[in-house]
């Protein structure tokens, strides 16, 4: 059987927090990340749209939460999915009261959304153990609840040596790395998806 994609992807709406954002009527896989880590790139890559999400030259600009509704196809089957691509993290040149404010939007969102169901962190694999990711990371294990996963993801892996590479999958078995220049990877990310949120395996995977 081919390996899923998705056959539609649309950006729905920005919000600013978790009081004017869409109906929890759907299962959401939410995107994290340093604002420099290639968020937007990413999300092109997986639903293979050139322009879905919009870089920004200016790290940390997107200070937005925005939605894209998009469809999976695997098999015959189609199966709606919502991602939810979040403000980039890391950034100080925000007034100091809209990143209080901001900050407190995320942190309510991630912790209170009933509706997502899987976090994916970008993380670059040229700064593996960035200490902000690393909190991060700890920050939201403290309160995932059963129905929701976390994934990590290394962006940027076809800028490390062989021996890097080799390095950065023993300290993180359990990542997925991924190559927007060379476009490869992101089968797996979809897998992860459609597994976690359908409970969808391979035929003969068990795993």
């Known amino acids: 059987m081919e390996s899923p994609r998705i056959i539609e992807a649309e950006f729905i709406k920005s919000a600013q927090s978790i009081q004017d954002s869409l109906p929890e009527d759907m299962s959401e896989v939410v995107f994290l990340g340093r604002s420099n880590v290639g968020k937007s790139s990413t999300l092109n890559l997986l639903t293979n749209r050139k322009n879905l999400a919009k870089s920004s030259a200016t790290p940390g600009k997107t200070q937005l939460i ?73 920050y939201i294990t403290e309160f995932i609840r059963p129905d929701q996963r976390y994934l990590t993801v290394f962006t940027k892996i076809d800028k490390l040596n062989q021996k890097e590479k080799s390095k950065l999958k023993k300290d993180f078995p359990g990542a997925i790395t991924i190559s927007n220049l060379k476009k490869s990877g992101q089968d797996r990310v979809h897998k992860e998806i459609l597994t976690t949120i359908f409970d969808i395996k391979e035929p003969g995977d068990e795993s």
């Open 66 to 138: 925005n939605f894209f509704e998009t469809t999976y196809k695997y098999g015959e089957e189609r199966y709606p999915v919502r991602f939810v691509d979040l403000p980039g993290f890391g950034y100080a040149k925000v007034s100091k009261s809209l990143k209080q404010v901001w900050q407190k939007n995320l942190v309510e969102f991630i912790k209170e959304r009933v509706s997502i169901r899987l976090f994916i962190h970008l993380r670059d694999a040229r700064h593996p153990h960035a200490k902000i990711d690393d909190d991060v990371e700890a």
